[in-house]
C-alpha cells in the first residue's frame, strides 16, 4: 500500500520527466546532419576548454565517432544533468518534506509501519521513477538514429545510462537528506538547488573544476564511453563504484537522520 | 441512533471492510500479532521533561495509566498535552525522564508500540488526493485486526466514501481520521482532540462508541477541550498546565475548596449572612458563594421561604479546571 500510494502520487511527473526528456531528444537526432556542418562555427564561439573538446568531438571526420559523441552530449551531458537532476530535485524533495508540509506525516507513521520503511518504500520508487526514463530514452536513441542512418551500440548507451543513473541518484540521495531536515519542500529545494548551482558554478572555472561533481557526468566520461574506450571494468573500479558508494552513504545518513527527527 | 458493540476483534487481510464486502475478514494465521497480556501500568511516565532547542515545553509530566481505564488529559493550548501524547507513541522524543508504554520504551520500540496502540493526532491532516475510501483501506491496511466497530463507525459517521477527501469539510475529513483511529483493534487509544470540528450529533455518536470502547476493555487516553465529555466519560482527569502535570492533591485540594461552593436563586434581595469568602453575581440572577465553614451550616441560616433554589458543592470538571488554571496565572 506504501509503494502503490508513493507511485499514484509520482506516476504523472515520472511521465511528464520521460516526455521532456525524449523530446529533447527526437529534435536533436533529426537535426543531427543539418547541425553537423555548422559545429566548427559553433566550437569558436564557446571559450571553455572542455566545451571545445565537445565540439571537437562532434566535428570529428569520422561521422560514425562524430554522431556518437553527439549523443553522449545530446542525451547524458545535456539531457540527464538537466532534466536527471530537476526530476532527482523535484522528486526527493518531496519524499518526506512535502509530507511535513502537508501535515500528513504524523499520520503516516502514527501507523504501525517504520521510519526506515517509509523512507526506503519512498526512495526506492522515487531513484526507479528517476532512473528508468534514462535508460528508455537512451534506448529510444538507437531507433531514432536509425531513420537517419546512423548507428548507435546498445551496450556503450546501458554503461553510459547506468553511470549517469549513479550520478542523478547521488543527487537524489542527497536532495533526501535535505527533505528529511527542510520543514517543507521549497526550503529543501531552496538547499540543493544552492549546492547543484554552486557545482555548476565550479565546473566552469578551469582552476577549481576539479572539485565539481559533475566532472564526472560530462563529456569526458560520456564520450569516451560512447566511443567504447572506456569499459565496464574501468568504471565499476573507478567512479561509478564511487558513485555506488556515495549513493549508499548518503541514504543512510539520510535514514539515520529520519530515524532520530522530532516530526 | 442506537449503537451495539462486539468487543471480540475481527481479522482482516486488506484493510477496510466495506459494507457488503465479507472478503476482508478473513487472515491467513501468519499475519496474525499474539499480544502478551498486560499486567502493570500501560502507560507509565515520570519526571518528562522536553525541549525543543532552547524552547523547554514539559518541564515535568508524570502520568499513570492502568489497563481499562479511560482518562481525560485535560489543559489549556500550549500546556503541553500533544506533545506528551506524541512522545508517548515516539514521534518525538523525550528530553528526559522515563516513559514507558505498554511495557516498552517508545524511543526506542515504537513500532511495537504502534502495533498496539492506535493513535489519532491533534494537527494533522490527510491525503487530499485519495478517496475516502482509499484512504481507510490505507490506513487500515497497517493493521491485521479490527473491531466490530467498522460497521458501526460507518453508520455513526456516514461518509461521500468515493469522493475525493480534497472535497471533504473539515468535520468530515476529522470523522475520517477518526474511522482510522477507531476501527483498529488496539489496546490502548490515544486520541488527541478527537472532537475537533465535529458538529453535536457527531459527538454525540462519538461518546456513544468510545463508551462502547471503555465497555469493551480498551485503554483510552483521551485529549479534549470539551470538559462536557471528559466529564461524561473519563474515570480520572489529569490536568498539565505549562509543561506540568498538576499534582492529584492539587486537584482534590481544589475540589475540596469548590464543594464549599453554594450557587443561589433568592426570591429577592436580602442581606446575606456573613462567613462568606466571595459572592458573586452571574449573569442568570444567581449568587454564587463560598463559604468559609461548612456551606450547609451557612444556608441553615437563610429563611427558607426566600430560596427559589439552592445547589451546593457541585464540582463539574469545568470549575475545578477554572480554578486550577487561574491559580496558575496567579489570580483570585
Redesign the interface.
Known amino acids: 500500500?506504501m509503494f502503490l500510494?508513493t507511485w499514484?502520487?509520482l506516476r504523472w511527473m515520472a511521465l511528464t520527466y520521460l516526455l521532456i526528456l525524449e523530446a529533447m531528444l527526437v529534435p536533436a537526432i533529426l537535426l543531427w546532419p543539418n547541425l553537423r556542418g555548422e559545429m566548427p562555427a559553433i566550437g569558436r564561439l564557446v571559450p571553455f576548454e572542455f566545451a571545445q573538446r565537445m565540439i571537437e568531438g562532434i566535428s570529428n571526420r569520422d561521422e560514425s565517432a562524430a554522431y556518437l559523441a553527439y549523443i553522449a552530449v545530446q542525451v547524458f551531458f545535456k539531457g540527464v544533468n538537466v532534466m536527471g537532476i530537476a526530476a532527482a530535485v523535484l522528486f526527493g524533495t518531496g519524499l518526506i518534506a512535502r509530507e511535513r508540509e502537508?501535515?500528513?506525516l504524523?499520520?503516516l507513521?502514527?501507523?504501525?509501519?517504520?521510519r526506515s520503511r517509509v523512507l526506503a518504500g519512498k526512495f526506492c520508487l522515487a531513484a526507479l521513477a528517476v532512473v528508468i526514463p534514462i535508460f528508455l530514452v537512451s534506448w529510444s536513441a538507437m531507433a531514432w538514429s536509425a531513420s537517419i542512418d546512423e548507428q548507435l551500440p546498445f551496450w556503450e548507451l546501458t554503461l553510459a545510462s547506468i553511470q549517469s543513473s549513479l550520478f542523478v541518484l547521488a543527487i537524489l540521495a542527497f536532495t533526501v537528506i535535505c527533505s528529511v531536515l527542510a520543514r517543507n519542500q521549497l526550503q529543501a529545494a531552496f538547499v540543493v538547488g544552492v549546492v547543484v548551482i554552486s557545482q555548476v558554478t565550479i565546473y566552469f572555472i578551469q582552476e577549481i573544476r576539479v572539485a565539481s561533481i559533475f566532472r564526472l557526468s560530462d563529456f569526458d566520461v560520456y564520450g569516451p564511453i560512447m566511443a567504447g574506450n572506456l569499459g565496464a571494468m574501468q568504471l565499476f573500479q573507478g567512479m561509478s563504484l564511487w558513485l555506488a558508494v556515495s549513493v549508499v552513504v548518503l541514504y543512510v545518513i539520510a535514514d539515520r537522520l529520519f530515524k532520530?527527527a522530532?516530526? | 441512533m442506537a449503537l451495539t458493540f462486539n468487543p471480540g476483534p475481527r481479522e482482516c487481510n486488506s484493510?477496510f471492510p466495506l459494507p457488503g464486502s465479507p472478503d476482508s475478514l478473513a487472515a491467513p494465521a501468519s499475519n496474525r500479532y499474539h499480544y502478551a497480556p498486560m499486567t502493570g501500568a500501560v502507560v507509565q511516565v515520570e519526571g518528562l521533561q522536553k525541549q525543543?532547542g532552547s524552547t523547554s515545553v514539559l518541564h515535568r509530566v508524570d502520568l499513570l495509566v492502568k489497563p481499562g481505564e479511560f482518562i481525560g488529559f485535560v489543559g489549556p493550548n500550549g500546556a503541553g498535552k500533544s506533545t506528551t501524547l506524541?512522545i508517548l507513541?515516539g514521534?518525538?522524543?523525550a528530553t528526559s525522564g522515563r516513559v514507558q508504554v505498554l511495557g516498552m520504551d517508545p524511543a526506542r520500540e515504537s513500532?511495537a508500540i504502534?502495533?498496539r496502540c492506535s493513535?489519532?493526532?491533534g494537527?494533522?491532516?490527510?491525503?487530499?488526493?485519495?478517496t475516502g475510501a482509499d484512504f481507510l483501506?490505507?490506513?487500515l491496511?497497517?493493521?491485521p485486526q479490527q473491531t466490530e466497530l467498522a460497521m458501526e463507525m460507518h453508520a455513526a459517521f456516514p461518509l461521500p466514501l468515493k469522493r475525493r477527501v480534497g472535497s471533504y469539510s473539515s468535520g468530515m475529513k476529522q470523522k475520517l481520521?477518526l474511522m482510522?483511529s477507531l476501527i483498529p483493534d488496539a489496546d490502548l487509544y490515544i486520541l488527541d482532540e478527537p472532537d475537533r470540528a465535529l458538529d453535536a450529533s457527531s459527538r454525540l455518536q462519538l461518546r456513544i462508541i468510545l463508551e462502547g470502547l471503555k465497555a469493551s476493555g480498551k485503554t483510552i487516553l483521551l485529549n479534549s477541550h470539551h470538559l462536557s465529555e471528559i466529564e461524561a466519560l473519563a474515570e480520572r482527569t489529569v490536568f498539565i498546565l505549562e509543561g506540568r502535570t498538576v499534582a492529584e492533591e492539587r486537584v482534590a485540594a481544589a475540589r475540596e475548596n469548590l464543594r464549599k461552593d453554594i450557587t443561589l436563586r433568592l426570591q429577592s434581595e436580602m442581606e446575606l449572612p456573613t462567613g462568606t469568602e466571595f459572592v458573586r453575581r452571574l449573569g442568570d440572577g444567581s449568587i454564587k458563594i463560598r463559604t468559609i465553614g461548612n456551606p450547609m451550616d451557612w444556608l441553615a441560616q437563610l429563611p427558607g421561604e426566600k430560596i427559589l433554589s439552592v445547589e451546593v458543592g457541585a464540582t463539574r470538571l469545568e470549575e475545578i479546571y477554572s480554578l486550577l488554571t487561574k491559580a496558575e496565572a496567579g489570580q483570585p
Open positions: 500500500m500510494k499514484k502520487e502537508c501535515q500528513t504524523e499520520f507513521l502514527a501507523r504501525p509501519l517504520s532520530r522530532d516530526l | 484493510g525543543f506524541r507513541v514521534l518525538i522524543f513500532l504502534r502495533r493513535y489519532l493526532p494537527e494533522t491532516s490527510i491525503y487530499q488526493q485519495m483501506r490505507f490506513a491496511s497497517f493493521y481520521a482510522a
